[in-house]
């Protein structure tokens, strides 16, 4: 029976990805900039360099040779969260704090593997007090594509010692559920943002509505 779990972060342990995207929105709504919303939701999972290709590439039409203001907006999204976040303090998903430490106790390997950059990922988990459950953890900016591709979960079961088919993924985005499911994993979908559709449900392991219930699973 495998021993090993790999979680995401936003979206699964925190409530950040709403947070994301209402910055997403505001700031594009303030610049005019148009669609912006359905853009954030197509950048959910993606690490810093593939959104910042996914959005230039949105905007073409209306910024010709790419001279969408990316780094401005993306500046100024980052400062709305982190106001947000010192302000109301950092959402942490119900039931992250029970599940980490019964998988551990458990005998469970547990990794993190997030598209975000190492210094946002270690931010969180040190401000939550989460961070000593995880024995590995790969950010996005250790990989030059990460979800929906898998070379990040790869690269966490290497470090993990771990065979990917004998390893669960914990995650709440379709992209990551693509790159766990292509990288052997076995995905447990805890959904965020997006729904399901069919393709998605295909490569779940398993789907669950929060994360007792995938502790439930696991206590079986």
């Known amino acids: 029976m495998s021993k090993t779990v790999i979680f995401d972060m936003d979206g699964v342990l925190?409530?950040?990805?709403r947070l994301c995207m209402e910055g997403w929105s505001r700031v594009g709504e303030k610049a005019g900039i148009r669609g912006i919303e359905e853009i954030s939701r197509q950048c959910i999972g993606l690490n810093g360099s593939d959104t910042r290709e996914l959005v230039l590439n949105a905007y073409e039409r209306d910024y010709p040779d790419k001279s969408f203001p990316y780094e401005e907006f993306r500046?100024?999204?980052?400062?709305?969260?982190?106001?947000?976040?010192?302000?109301?303090g950092l959402p942490i998903k119900e039931g992250a704090k029970r599940l980490?430490?019964?998988?551990?106790q458990s005998g469970y390997s547990l990794g993190l593997a997030s598209s975000?950059?190492?210094?946002?990922?270690?931010?969180?988990?040190?401000?939550?007090?989460?961070?000593?459950?995880?024995?590995v953890i790969v950010s996005g900016d250790m990989v030059q594509h990460s979800k929906?591709?898998?070379d990040i979960y790869l690269l966490a079961c290497?470090?993990?010692?771990?065979?990917?088919?004998?390893t669960y993924a914990i995650e709440d985005s379709?992209?990551?559920?693509?790159a766990a499911a292509a990288a052997g994993l076995r995905p447990i979908m805890?959904?965020?943002?997006?729904?399901?559709?069919e393709e998605i449900r295909g490569l779940c392991f398993l789907i669950c509505e929060n994360l007792t219930q995938v502790m439930g699973y696991f206590n079986r």
């Open 14 to 17: 925190f409530d950040t990805e």
């Open 75 to 88: 500046r100024q999204v980052s400062e709305w969260f982190w106001e947000e976040i010192e302000k109301n």
């Open 100 to 104: 980490l430490p019964y998988l551990q």
């Open 116 to 135: 975000s950059r190492y210094d946002s990922v270690v931010s969180h988990l040190k401000q939550a007090r989460l961070i000593d459950y995880f024995s």
């Open 148 to 150: 929906p591709r898998p």
């Open 158 to 166: 290497r470090k993990l010692g771990a065979r990917p088919e004998e």
């Open 174 to 178: 379709p992209n990551g559920i693509r």
């Open 190 to 197: 805890v959904p965020d943002l997006i729904e399901p559709d």
